[in-house]
């Protein structure tokens, strides 16, 4: 370390800067994994508005004709494909609809990182299940 004319340090001292980085260190260690946990519980909800949006779709159907449409679709292009007006919005969920003329169930299905295996599900009764989402088990968010 150098020292001016007046006496004075520049610069830090080795320790200075391991502390530094130890203290980075530990608040990244707290941070990244809620920082995860918000985008997962995020993603999570948004997959719920989007099995909200297609059961909308639904009971419009049913009140047109007073029978749900007769539908098997395993996946969200066959989903897309039963109903046109209907986008979701997350794409890291495999949507999937199950519907005879006296109801419907619908499911997402997480397809990859975090949420791998993660399931929602909604029916024509208004029963919503989430299982296998880490930490955001039990009822909807």
Request: charge should be neutral.
């Given at each position: 370390m150098q020292t001016t004319p007046s006496g004075h340090r520049h610069g830090f001292?080795?320790?200075?800067?391991?502390?530094?980085?130890?203290i980075i260190g530990i608040l990244a260690a707290i941070a990244l994994p809620a920082y995860?946990?918000?985008?997962?519980?995020?993603?999570?909800?948004?997959?719920?508005?989007?099995?909200?949006?297609?059961s909308l779709n639904l009971e419009n159907a049913y009140q047109r004709t007073l029978a749900y449409p007769a539908v098997t679709a395993a996946d969200t292009a066959a989903s897309k494909a039963a109903f046109a007006?209907?986008?979701?919005?997350?794409?890291?969920?495999?949507?999937?609809?199950?519907?005879?003329?006296?109801g419907y169930s619908l499911t997402a299905t997480g397809?990859?990182?975090?949420?791998?295996?993660?399931?929602?599900?909604?029916?024509?009764?208004?029963?919503?299940?989430?299982?296998?989402?880490?930490?955001?088990?039990?009822?909807?968010?």
């Open positions: 001292t080795l320790i200075e800067l391991l502390i530094a980085i130890a995860h946990g918000y985008i997962d519980k995020g993603r999570i909800k948004t997959a719920q508005a989007d099995l909200v949006a297609l007006g209907w986008h979701p919005a997350e794409t890291r969920f495999v949507y999937s609809v199950t519907s005879v003329a006296s397809s990859g990182g975090r949420l791998e295996g993660c399931k929602i599900s909604l029916d024509n009764s208004n029963v919503r299940t989430i299982s296998n989402c880490a930490d955001h088990n039990g009822n909807w968010l």
